[in-house]
């Protein structure tokens, strides 16, 4: 079936570095992908999408990489902030429509 | 302006009661979709509302779980003789259109506990 998954629960990282964020999907028919950021309490917020026939897209501090060889996915971000710490989840579709399959998530820790 | 809004934002029910949420998306938003998010997991589709197409209902778990859309505005998601194993946050989100590209805006959820 279908499934996207997290390599690691936890990441911590020293505020100013930067942060990688891994995610690994199992339909190789997916073809849109999107970071979302999870705050305590509130609903997942859009973060960056790449469509399956990029490899590399950018945004404000961050940049999501697709390697479909493998089925890997990761989001780099720069400089990594406190108000950056919150669980991190990617997800995917599938065909046209809107349906998001969502992995498990990182949490992202960002000390001071 | 405004986002999506969902209510109750806590909910605490018996097992075997029924229980009601509701989904206020954004204006003019024409897709809706629910998902459920256990304790520490990502989230899970429920059920997809676009327009006046036949619902998804492929991510519903059980006959006990259903939800309704009236045109293109609240939803209800109804869970009935809830079981334990239903706790969890219910989210809704919404979007501009159906398509895989428009971004769905989530609403703050409604954490459902079953005792």
Same mark, same amino acid.
């Given at each position: 079936?279908?499934?996207?998954?997290?390599?690691?629960?936890?990441?911590?990282?020293?505020? $100013?570095?930067?942060?990688?964020?891994?995610?690994?999907?199992?339909? &190789?028919? &997916?073809?849109?992908?999107?970071?979302?950021?999870?705050?305590? $309490?509130k609903g997942p917020q859009f973060i960056i999408d790449i469509r399956s026939n990029m490899d590399k897209r950018q945004g404000q501090r961050v940049t999501v990489l697709l390697n479909k060889t493998v089925k890997h996915l990761s989001l780099q971000i720069a400089a990594t902030q406190p108000g950056d710490s919150a669980v991190y989840f990617c997800a995917e579709i599938t065909?046209?429509? $809107?349906?998001?399959?969502?992995?498990?998530?990182?949490?992202?820790?960002v000390k001071p | 302006g405004a986002g999506v809004s969902q209510s109750p934002s806590n909910k605490v029910t018996e097992k075997g009661k029924d229980v009601e949420l509701r989904c206020d998306p954004i204006s003019g938003h024409t897709a809706l979709y629910w998902y459920r998010q256990?304790?520490?997991?990502?989230?899970?589709?429920?059920?997809?509302?676009?327009?006046?197409?036949?619902?998804?209902?492929?991510?519903?778990?059980?006959?006990?779980?259903?939800?309704?859309?009236?045109?293109?505005?609240?939803?209800?998601?109804?869970i009935q003789r809830t079981q334990q194993e239903d706790s969890a946050v219910y989210l809704c989100a919404s979007s501009s259109g159906g398509l895989a590209g428009d971004e769905?805006?989530?609403?703050?959820?409604?954490?459902?506990?079953v005792l």
């Amino acid at each position: 079936g279908e499934s996207v998954g997290l390599h690691l629960p936890t990441l911590s990282v020293q505020e $100013g570095d930067n942060s990688i964020i891994n995610c690994a999907y199992s339909n &190789s028919a &997916s073809d849109y992908f999107i970071w979302y950021k999870q705050e305590s $309490g509130k609903g997942p917020q859009f973060i960056i999408d790449i469509r399956s026939n990029m490899d590399k897209r950018q945004g404000q501090r961050v940049t999501v990489l697709l390697n479909k060889t493998v089925k890997h996915l990761s989001l780099q971000i720069a400089a990594t902030q406190p108000g950056d710490s919150a669980v991190y989840f990617c997800a995917e579709i599938t065909g046209n429509t $809107g349906k998001l399959i969502f992995g498990q998530g990182t949490t992202l820790q960002v000390k001071p | 302006g405004a986002g999506v809004s969902q209510s109750p934002s806590n909910k605490v029910t018996e097992k075997g009661k029924d229980v009601e949420l509701r989904c206020d998306p954004i204006s003019g938003h024409t897709a809706l979709y629910w998902y459920r998010q256990r304790l520490g997991q990502g989230l899970e589709f429920l059920i997809y509302f676009q327009g006046n197409s036949a619902p998804d209902k492929s991510g519903l778990p059980s006959d006990r779980f259903s939800a309704e859309r009236t045109g293109e505005s609240v939803s209800t998601l109804t869970i009935q003789r809830t079981q334990q194993e239903d706790s969890a946050v219910y989210l809704c989100a919404s979007s501009s259109g159906g398509l895989a590209g428009d971004e769905q805006f989530f609403g703050p959820g409604t954490r459902l506990t079953v005792l």
